[in-house]
């Protein structure tokens, strides 16, 4: 039960950064597995909120997609996309956001549209947007999630699909968006957090046998490092156990 | 008035070649039978739109259908890519593919307008992002009271909408409950309809929270029991999580696709032909 990967690192971290009784808009993928832990561990009045319209989903399964069945059945209430968009999260009634990226840059703005190539011929094209631009604006504060690699940490992202803080500090003040943005960036190495003053990303927390120098390789940008920087204690058998359970739920729904 | 007619004749009748159709169904409720019989139709030329193109539009892309794709996010949710709308952007195959790229949000306000007949929406969204640049249906607008900048998206009023749902009564009377999304305006947004149900009952049991559209907005019904699978239909069966991991592999490769294509598609009868 002590051994653990790099992902489930990330994982329990991200879910560690969820307070309990907060709303929270739930991306797909890796967000959906921490809120979910998160909800079973330390945070059980979390409130989730998923794109299909679910306010207040308790799901007793780890969803595939953000409009399993069981997201709708367990919901407070279910609403329709429109809805959810006009209603709950561009008034800003929603605390935090919780968002995925395949590439981010230093100032946190976040692509999931296009790699390489142009526009129109992209080398790869990824899914685009989904609900992501208006998370990333709206929410109260934005939480990222995303494995840290030279290939995903980049000094320019190639679309800007979400805007963290656009080109730097008073940034987000001139294009009007609500939202304070992206407060932690957690990876599988450790958690980057804006500087205040320069808005750049700065590595503040390293997961608990992770190298500086390994988190410096894993970065496209000369990464900024906190003069004290902090480390996260290592998953639990509580959490691990949990997380265990939460994956198998899925497999036992497959099978 | 709702003409109550099989899937065969509902797709020849309102579906045209160069038409502009949504299918829509947030995950839930998808029409895929109807899908697949604009496939075995042969329909080309098409432009669909979607929020989620999901497992259906890469079928429909891959089979050569769609000449242009309307969508917000286009990924095999909790999967991965969408193999055939990857090959169509990244390499032209079968054919290539123009895209206009939006936000959940500003789809989903597109949709309201187009119901609501007004020429465009208004919302807080895309601001900063790289989506204005590439896409005509995203510009800036000044609200008239207040001077603030806002976003205005135009709407969406498709030839055909297509959607999915739980049980119609003989009248047409269509009536859908659970995961709701977009399926309301796009109905309402579209110039003809085409309603696929689980099943036609003598007469629709009222149930909190359901929505019914009356038969006189609505164009064509077609039962087709399952007809939202590997999707799911809230009350009848689940997300067949399992069908949406095993498309992976078949989309991956234009053999098999092309393989599923013949026998899934153009061999088989298809739902309430």
Redesign the interface.
């Known amino acids: 039960m002590s051994e653990f990967t790099a992902d489930d690192f990330m994982t329990v971290a991200a879910s560690r950064a969820l307070r309990d009784g907060v709303t929270l808009f739930v991306g797909i993928g890796l967000p959906s597995t921490a809120a979910n832990l998160a909800r079973r561990t330390h945070a059980p009045n979390l409130v989730l909120i998923y794109e299909s319209g679910c306010i207040g989903s308790k799901p007793s399964t780890l969803p595939l997609s953000i409009g399993d069945g069981e997201l709708a059945v367990t919901a407070d209430s279910v609403v329709s996309v429109p809805e959810i968009f006009n209603y709950w999260l561009q008034p800003g009634r929603i605390e935090v956001g919780f968002l995925g990226a395949a590439q981010i840059d230093r100032y946190a703005n976040i692509n999931t549209t296009v790699i390489g190539g142009d526009y129109d011929k992209p080398r790869v094209r990824l899914p685009g947007a989904g609900g992501a631009p208006e998370i990333a604006s709206l929410c109260g504060e934005v939480i990222v999630v995303v494995r840290q690699s030279p290939r995903t940490f980049r000094e320019k992202v190639d679309f800007v699909t979400s805007v963290g803080y656009g080109d730097g500090p008073g940034a987000r003040e001139r294009l009007g968006l609500s939202g304070r943005g992206p407060v932690k960036v957690i990876t599988d190495l450790g958690v980057l957090e804006p500087d205040p003053q320069t808005c750049e990303l700065t590595m503040t927390t390293l997961h608990e046998g992770v190298e500086l120098e390994q988190a410096k390789e894993a970065t496209g940008w000369d990464l900024k490092v906190a003069e004290s920087i902090e480390r996260t204690p290592p998953p639990t058998a509580e959490e691990l156990s949990a997380l265990r359970d939460l994956l198998d739920t899925q497999k036992a729904r497959a099978a | 008035m709702a003409e109550i007619v099989s899937l065969r004749e509902a797709v020849a009748s309102v579906v045209n070649d160069g038409d502009s159709v949504a299918f829509e169904g ?3 409720l998808i029409p895929f039978a109807a899908a697949h019989e604009v496939i075995r139709q042969r329909r080309r030329d098409l432009t669909v739109i979607r ?2 193109p999901d497992v259906i539009f890469d079928q429909l892309i891959g089979a050569g259908c769609v000449r242009k794709l309307v ?5 095999n ?3 991965g ?2 193999h055939r ?2 090959d169509a ?2 390499n032209d195959w079968p054919a290539p593919l123009e895209l206009e ?5 500003g789809m ?2 597109r ?2 307008a187009g119901a609501a007949n007004l020429p465009f929406a208004v ?9 204005p640049g ?1 896409t005509a249906s995203i510009e800036s607008i000044t609200c008239p009271f207040t001077g ?2 806002l976003t205005a998206v135009s709407a969406l009023n498709p030839d055909v909408g297509v959607i999915h749902a739980q049980r119609a009564d003989r009248e047409g009377n269509v009536q859908l409950w ?5 399926q ?2 796009t109905v309402l947004a579209s110039r003809r309809s085409l309603v696929t149900v689980e099943e036609i009952v003598d007469e629709l049991e009222p149930l909190p ?1 359901a929505i019914v559209l009356p038969h006189w907005v609505v164009t064509c019904v077609s039962e087709a029991p399952r007809g939202a699978h590997p999707s ?1 239909a ?1 009350g009848y069966y ?2 067949d ?2 069908a ?2 095993a498309w992976d592999p078949i989309a991956r490769d234009r053999e098999r696709f092309g393989q599923w294509l013949e026998e899934e598609i153009y061999a088989a009868q298809g739902a309430g032909a």
Not at chain 2, 71 to 75: E, I, N, R, V, Y
Not at chain 2, 123 to 131: E, F, K
């Open positions: 947030f995950t839930h929020l989620t969508f917000s996010w286009g990924g949710p909790g999967v890519s969408l709308f990857r952007v990244e790229e939006h936000s959940h949000a989903a306000n949709f309201a919302l807080r969204g895309y601001v900063g992002t790289d989506l590439r603030e900048r659970g995961i709701v999304g977009v309301k305006e929270g799911y809230q689940d997300r999580n399992d949406y991991r």
